[in-house]
């Protein structure tokens, strides 16, 4: 029981670090670029 309990918590777990790490990445790339040009 207490296998099966960590596998369901590091599922959603995973899946919404993904989407953290994606919007943060473009974010901080357009962050980059803006302060280079200015």
Same mark, same amino acid.
């Given at each position: 029981?207490? @296998?099966? *309990?960590?596998? &369901?918590? *590091?599922? @959603? &777990? $995973? /899946?919404? *670090? $993904? @989407?953290?790490? !994606? &919007?943060?990445?473009?974010?901080? /790339? %357009?962050?980059? $670029? !803006? %302060?280079?040009? %200015?």
């Amino acid at each position: 029981m207490i @296998p099966c *309990e960590n596998d &369901a918590d *590091e599922v @959603p &777990a $995973p /899946s919404e *670090e $993904p @989407p953290v790490v !994606g &919007a943060r990445v473009p974010k901080v /790339s %357009l962050h980059v $670029p !803006g %302060l280079t040009v %200015l």
